[in-house]
């Protein structure tokens, strides 16, 4: 079965720097791979969707990866600001519109 | 103002007892799911429907039921058969590949 493994449990910057979170999965590669934000005691909110067929995604400050060979995505927020500090989810498409999800890294952004 | 509503917020339940978490959408989407997520784990599928009556297995539905009678609804009833219910559960609805989740309900055994 599909394994999705996130960087780490916990990500610690200071506020300006760019965060980077790995997330890598074993076996098949999905069509596309998503990533959320889940601030505490509430859903997962979308933020990118990247296809296999697409090496790089932007959305303002966010930046995500693709890399099919080596089957990792990295997740970059820019000029990182404490209201970024959540909980970042990686999800892979299995089918009939069904994810598959990390555990999720916290990020938390120092002023 | 469209989303995803989950209902209640917090719930209790005694053992032995069946439950049932409300999830209602005013998105028009057709697929709906249930998510159960435990601290530090990721979301887990427990059932999902792709139309009104039909609804699919997901990686942990032993315990759990649904139905999808209407298109808006999809009720998640946690049996006593589910042997360690105490989660938060997530709904969502997909509109093509992006799932709009709902606020959770935290389901607590006491």
Request: proline residues 4%; charged residues 20%.
């Amino acid at each position: 079965s599909q394994k999705i493994e996130q960087n780490s449990e916990a990500l610690n910057i200071q506020e300006g720097k760019t965060a980077t979170l790995t997330c890598n999965y074993t076996n098949y590669s999905p069509a596309y791979l998503q990533w959320y934000r889940q601030d505490p005691g509430r859903g997962p909110v979308f933020l990118l969707l990247i296809r296999e067929n697409e090496k790089e995604k932007r959305k303002e400050r966010l930046k995500v990866t693709f890399d099919t060979t080596l089957k990792q995505s990295l997740f970059h927020i820019t000029a990182s600001q404490p209201a970024d500090s959540a909980t970042y989810l990686c999800a892979l498409e299995m089918g009939y519109s069904t994810l598959t999800f990390g555990k999720g890294t916290m990020l938390l952004v120092s002023p | 103002d469209g989303g995803i509503t989950q209902s209640p917020k917090y719930l209790f339940r005694k053992e032995g007892q069946n439950v049932t978490l409300s999830c209602e959408q005013n998105l028009n989407h057709d697929a709906m799911y249930w998510y159960r997520q435990d601290p530090g784990q990721g979301l887990r599928l427990i059932y999902y429907s792709q139309i009104v009556n039909d609804f699919q297995k997901g990686d942990i539905a032993e315990g759990y039921s649904v139905s999808r009678e209407k298109k808006e609804s999809f009720p998640l009833t946690v049996t006593s058969a589910q042997k360690n219910p105490t989660a938060f559960y997530l709904c969502a609805a997909n509109r093509g590949t992006e799932a709009f989740f709902g606020q959770g309900t935290r389901l607590t055994v006491v």
